[in-house]
């Protein structure tokens, strides 16, 4: 059984959403985070719910931009719901960046 199949037929069997649910989705432009959106928007639509698309740019890598923008097309390609946080560079600490970075993205989510 392909993975698109066994993810709907575990949502199924456990009643873990419904057309009628909200559900977020933190995305970060990884292949985990990807392939988790692209199982949620392939489910039929008795058990797809809205989707809203959460990324947080970290500022912390010179990539960040263009992930963030790679996202947004992404999104606006497949008529998904999109909401972005940034995270300033000045507020990054000095020690204790990943701690300090999982804390803003926890209280945006």
């Known amino acids: 059984m392909d993975l ?9 069997q456990k009643g873990w959403l419904r057309s009628q649910d909200k559900v977020v989705v933190a995305v970060s432009t990884g292949v985990d985070s990807m392939v988790l959106l692209h199982l949620l928007k392939q489910l039929p ?3 797809r719910p809205k989707l809203i698309v959460a990324y947080v740019n970290h500022k912390l890598r ?15 390609d497949e ?3 999109l909401r972005t946080a940034d995270w300033p560079i000045n507020d990054h600490p000095d020690t204790g960046v990943e701690a300090a970075a999982r804390q803003f993205r926890y209280a945006f989510f």
């Open 4 to 12: 698109e199949k066994q993810f709907r037929k575990q949502i199924k």
């Open 45 to 47: 639509a008795s058990l």
């Open 62 to 76: 010179p990539e960040s931009d263009a992930e963030q923008a790679f996202l947004e097309n992404y999104c606006l």
């Open 79 to 81: 008529d998904l719901t």
